[in-house]
């Protein structure tokens, strides 16, 4: 930045723009009177944050220089203000994220502990201190911590501290920037428009600026960083899109993807698309990046993995929404299928669903609202069910002749049939009774039942 002003009642009066962005090797030595008295960083970049230098421009002398070090995150766009303004800004966002991310654990933990529990995971106190620790920010005292590294030009010190300023003008259009987390500068132009720029403010907890147009008074352009809707498990998807899961705390702990640093300068439709890649299912059905509205439902591990879907708003928690937990009453996760689209006239389907055990099961309708065949194992090994349909009665069987006697030469000819479970209808290569099909159980001796016989109590000795 350069400014010429000579006290603190003239420079807290002085606006400007920053003057360029770069690295120590732009930086003129010889416009500092004593550029080797800590009057312009010496390397790059800096352990401590982003170099901001004040150049305090002089008509009779050489100029006077002076520079701090500045947090990552903090954010110069088209605002005037003075640097320590922007830090106490920074602060705030710090406190606003803190409240966020605990109402989203307080709506969010209750389910998520309640499904890994299901899943045979445990989350224990340890965890849950460590999580509590992640989301408890400091704030920053911008001059208290970065003091140290003032020149002794009084007049430039004044200068950096007094002055306000705006981002940069530059090939006719002004730029904003924001400090990164390898302590450069990260410019917002029209190449950038969309983009988003993570900043950690803790471990695991990153926040989203976004690169923005804006139209300025004069009728030009100008582009600047702005946070975004927080989106903490990076996948793309906000709160106010519909993400029901947003943190990703325990997602190490469920072995889930990671995207390093591969999303940084992705705008939303291409974060989405790589969280979508690394996401495999039903794998990670507990992972935050995993759970949001472009997500599968994966029927049976009490989580609401897609929020109900696109614009549905669902909590984590609600199990009987737009697309049911419960395999039995959700046909296309039973069978993992894709679901037709509302309103569509052109039969386009949504996202394939499936369910904890990724496997391809056997499902009808019934006055009940369906049942899938095969999802509880051995246990639907002969269950008998009615399609409300008008197909008739069915009979759930597996494939496997050590399970299911069969002839021979018998093969199952059901359209309903899964990977190795079928509901076999009565009228599938079994006696006519005459003016209907019904499958019939058989036991070896009536003194042997005990337990309620079939509903049309029939018995085959």
Same mark, same amino acid.
């Given at each position: 930045m350069e400014v010429n002003c000579d006290d603190e009642e003239e420079c807290s009066g002085k606006k400007v723009h920053l003057d360029e962005y770069g690295t120590t090797g732009d930086m003129n030595e010889d416009y500092c009177d004593e550029p080797d008295e800590g009057e312009i960083p010496g390397s790059f970049p800096s352990e401590k944050g982003c170099y901001f230098v004040v150049e305090e421009e002089d008509d009779y002398d050489a100029n006077d220089c002076t520079f701090t070090t500045v947090p990552p995150g903090l954010n110069i766009n088209e605002k005037y203000a003075t640097l320590e303004q922007r830090g106490e800004e920074l602060s705030l966002?710090?406190?606003?994220?803190?409240?966020?991310?605990?109402?989203?654990?307080?709506g969010s933990w209750p389910g998520l502990v309640a499904g890994a529990a299901y899943g045979g995971l445990t989350?224990?106190?340890? =965890?849950? &201190?460590?999580? @509590?620790?992640?989301?408890?920010?400091?704030?920053?005292?911008?001059?208290?911590?970065?003091?140290?590294?003032?020149?002794?030009?009084?007049?430039?010190?004044?200068?950096?501290?007094?002055?306000?300023?705006?981002y940069n003008y530059q090939d006719g259009f002004y730029n904003g920037v924001i400090c990164g987390n390898d302590h450069y500068w990260y410019r917002c132009d029209k190449d950038q428009v969309g983009s988003k720029y993570w900043v950690n403010f803790a471990k695991q907890v990153s926040v989203p600026f976004q690169c923005y147009e804006i139209e300025l008074d004069d009728g030009g352009l100008g582009y600047v960083w702005k946070e975004a809707d927080h989106d903490f498990d990076r996948d793309g998807y906000t709160n106010t899109e519909g993400d029901c899961y947003d943190l990703s705390f325990l997602d190490p702990y469920f072995g889930c993807p990671s995207l390093e640093e591969e999303?940084?300068?992705?705008?939303? =439709?291409? &974060?989405?698309? @790589?969280?979508?890649?690394k996401c495999i299912y039903p794998q990670n059905h507990f992972c935050a990046i995993c759970i949001n509205p472009g997500a599968p439902e994966v029927c049976g591990d009490k989580v609401n993995n897609d929020c109900g879907g696109p614009q549905?708003?669902?909590?984590?928690?609600?199990?009987?929404?737009k697309t049911s937990d419960d395999c039995n009453k959700n046909q296309f996760a039973c069978r993992q299928e894709a679901p037709p689209l509302d309103n569509s006239e052109d039969n386009a389907t949504?996202?394939?669903?499936?369910?904890?055990?990724?496997?391809?099961?056997?499902?009808i309708n019934t006055p009940d609202g369906g049942y899938c065949c095969g999802f509880n194992g051995i246990d639907d090994l002969g269950k008998t069910a009615v399609s409300s349909t008008g197909e008739?009665?069915?009979?759930?069987?597996?494939k496997e002749p050590d399970l299911v006697g069969h002839d021979a030469e018998y093969t199952y000819e059901s359209p309903f049939c899964g990977d190795e479970w079928c509901w076999v209808?009565?009228?599938?290569?079994?006696?006519?009774?005459?003016?209907?099909?019904?499958?019939?159980?058989?036991m070896k001796s009536l003194k042997k039942i005990k337990r309620i016989p079939p509903e049309n109590g029939r018995f085959l000795f």
């Open positions: 966002q710090t406190s606003y994220f803190y409240e966020v991310l605990n109402t989203l654990a307080k989350i224990g106190v340890e =965890t849950i &201190l460590e999580f @509590v620790d992640l989301i408890t920010f400091g704030q920053f005292d911008l001059f208290g911590k970065f003091s140290s590294l003032f020149s002794d030009d009084i007049d430039a010190n004044i200068a950096l501290q007094e002055v306000k300023f705006n999303y940084q300068g992705l705008n939303s =439709t291409e &974060l989405r698309e @790589v969280a979508k890649s549905q708003f669902e909590e984590l928690t609600q199990l009987e929404g949504g996202i394939t669903q499936t369910n904890i055990y990724g496997e391809t099961f056997s499902w008739g009665q069915f009979l759930c069987l597996n209808s009565a009228s599938t290569g079994v006696p006519d009774e005459g003016d209907h099909y019904s499958w019939a159980e058989c």
